[in-house]
């Protein structure tokens, strides 16, 4: 029995890809049909979001005219992790499995088989993994790399030069669902799931068209959100930094105590001013680390909803009706 899948698309500005994404993708569904991989109930969830071009008129119009597409609008720009966790957890009410892509097709569609093939066989989480990285600049490939390795000494458990291409199965998207964190990681929660998984290789493109709506500042903030929501053992050494420290300033003491008593205490001054500049910056850095921890319990214990639809396209018209991030199934 061929299974309905669903490709979950964010898209923020991308006016310039879509016409050719839709098209695209629409030959590989229809290819993966005929193969018997995907039933005709599958389609392509577009998710905008919020974006400030004419994405959602076009994925509108695509919806109308193409049977395949079906469209949800957020209602401002939650970033790609929400928009992309909105399509999920859409997709998780229609669909056996989905599997997520970006809008630019940079991930290579042609391997969306091999992710159903692992899915047939009994796979709940299919990951996407980048053969080479020869299409990124040097800066990215050092910068990628260098925070994998550092995520993995912080005992985060991420899929090296794995993005956000990969497929869920429907369990897999109900366990998601219970990850309530406004911080949103998805590649550090996925493997948290745990179910079986696999991987599927592919070589990435450049952007057939428009440009990265990542930038450095995005993507260093994305990386420290990867970083704060997942490990806390930047807390464990403030802790071990506290202990060195204060046994170093015993033995300061001391031998500010020793050279009081051998009457060898006129100059010094340089010493102290040294040492206050030195704790308070200390001090400084450990209380701006902790402030970042209590920022996430902060907006953690406020649990706003982490999206809202506005508007859908293409669905019949009983599903028809705008929701929120808020699961509302599991309240009693
Ligand atoms: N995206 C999004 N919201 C944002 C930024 C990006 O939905 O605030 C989408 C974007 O439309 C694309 C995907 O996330 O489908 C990846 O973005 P992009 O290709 O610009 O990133 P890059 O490949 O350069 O890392
Ligand atoms: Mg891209």
Not at 150 to 170: E, Q, T, W
Not at 285 to 292: A, K, N, S
Request: hydrophobic residues 40%; contains cysteine; neutral net charge.
């Amino acid at each position: 029995m061929p299974s309905i899948v669903y490709l979950v698309i964010p898209c923020y500005n991308e006016e310039e890809v879509l016409p050719e994404t839709a098209r695209r993708l629409t030959e590989q569904l229809s290819s993966m049909q005929a193969q018997g991989l995907a039933a005709p109930e599958s389609r392509m969830l577009f998710v905008d979001d919020g974006s400030r071009d004419a994405t959602w008129a076009l994925i509108e119009s695509l919806s109308r005219e193409n049977p395949f597409v079906r469209g949800l609008k957020l209602a401002h720009n939650r970033g790609h992790q929400n928009a992309l966790l909105a399509g999920l957890m859409e997709a998780r009410l229609h669909a056996d499995c989905a599997i997520s892509l970006d809008a630019d097709l940079q991930d290579d569609v042609s391997v969306l088989p091999q992710f159903l093939e692992k899915f047939r066989e009994g796979c709940d989480v299919v990951y996407g993994v980048r053969n080479r990285r020869d299409t990124d600049t040097a800066f990215k490939r050092v910068t990628a790399q260098g925070f994998y390795k550092f995520m993995h000494m912080l005992g985060v458990d991420v899929v090296y030069n794995h993005a956000d291409y990969r497929l869920m199965s429907r369990r897999a998207l109900d366990a998601l669902s219970e990850y309530r964190e406004v911080n949103l990681f998805l590649r550090g929660i996925v493997p948290l799931i745990g179910y079986r998984s696999d991987y599927v290789y592919y070589d990435r493109h450049e952007r057939f068209a428009g440009e990265s709506k990542y930038p450095l500042k995005k993507m260093i903030s994305f990386a420290l959100d990867g970083i704060t929501s997942f490990s806390v053992r930047p807390l464990r050494l403030i802790s071990r930094l506290g202990i060195f420290v204060s046994m170093a300033s015993i033995l300061g003491l001391l031998y500010a105590l020793i050279s009081h008593f051998m009457g060898q205490t006129v100059a010094g001054w340089t010493a102290i001013i040294c040492s206050i500049w030195l704790l308070g910056g200390i001090q400084l850095l450990c209380v701006g680390v902790v402030g970042g921890y209590v920022g996430k319990i902060y907006s953690e214990v406020k649990a706003r909803p982490r999206y809202r639809i506005e508007e859908k396209a293409g669905f019949p018209l009983d599903s028809a009706a705008p929701s929120s991030g808020q699961q509302e199934e599991k309240r009693v």
